[in-house]
């Protein structure tokens, strides 16, 4: 709870003065604002594990494939 005294000006530039009384309810604000943030937070980290991931997936196919081919060629040579 706020209170004090206000003032303004009127456009014929005389002051107005008068008590001013301010209400912060505890259960309106919840935090819903922090909760967005994080949420936004976590949806951003879950977008960039995601883009790691088909990185990884991308290098990884390349030199899999080589892998699989030498040791087939390898079981070939000790097969014969």
């Not at 000006?9 to 209400?23: A, C, F, N, V």
């Not at 935090?31 to 976590?42: C, I, K, N």
């Not at 081919?69 to 079981?75: F, L, M, P, S």
């Amino acid at each position: 709870m706020d209170v004090g005294i206000a003032g303004e000006r009127e456009t014929d530039r005389t002051k107005l003065y008068g008590p001013s009384l301010s209400l912060q309810f505890a259960d309106l604000n919840q935090g819903q604002g922090a909760v967005a943030r994080a949420s936004a937070m976590l949806d951003d980290a879950r977008a960039r594990v995601q883009s790691l991931d088909l990185e990884v997936e991308h290098h990884r196919s390349p030199a899999w494939i080589v892998l699989r081919r030498r040791r087939k060629i390898t079981e070939d040579y000790r097969a014969h």
